[in-house]
């Protein structure tokens, strides 16, 4: 089993900054790939961004040169700095993490949650 904790979220006005952590602990070999969602109200989830075990990154062109992924593998933590918010940014942040057992199995397992209010 798997435990993820989301942190960092909260209300900044349009133009500030956050950064979102996301630490994974319990029973697994390794992390393959680590990812950031968000779903704002009455819309579907989407993808944010994402980093590979490599530190290879993608992310949506709607937070592109605003939003950087990065993580930590020592401490199998993945962070996300939001700078430039606007108010569109306001969503429910989820982490998403791939875990590989020891036996080579891939699994997903999703944060909690953590929100993000960007006021105008």
């Known amino acids: 089993q798997v435990q993820l904790v989301e942190s960092g979220g909260g209300l900044v006005q349009t133009g500030g900054s956050l950064r979102l952590s996301c630490a994974a602990s319990?029973?697994?070999?390794?992390?393959?790939?680590m990812e950031w969602y968000r779903q704002a109200r009455g819309k579907q989830r989407e993808l944010v961004a994402g980093?590979?075990?490599?530190?290879?990154?993608n992310s949506a062109d709607a937070v592109k040169g605003r939003f950087t992924i990065s993580r930590d593998n020592a401490k199998n933590t993945v962070h996300l700095q939001m700078n430039s918010l606007k108010p569109e940014d306001t969503a429910v942040y989820y982490c998403?993490?791939?875990?590989?057992?020891?036996?080579?199995?891939?699994?997903?397992?999703w944060g909690q949650g953590t929100q993000v209010s960007v006021s105008s």
């Open positions: 998403r993490v791939t875990v590989v057992t020891d036996r080579g199995y891939e699994y997903q397992y």
């Open positions: 980093i590979a075990s490599g530190g290879s990154t």
């Open positions: 319990g029973s697994f070999s390794s992390i393959n790939v």
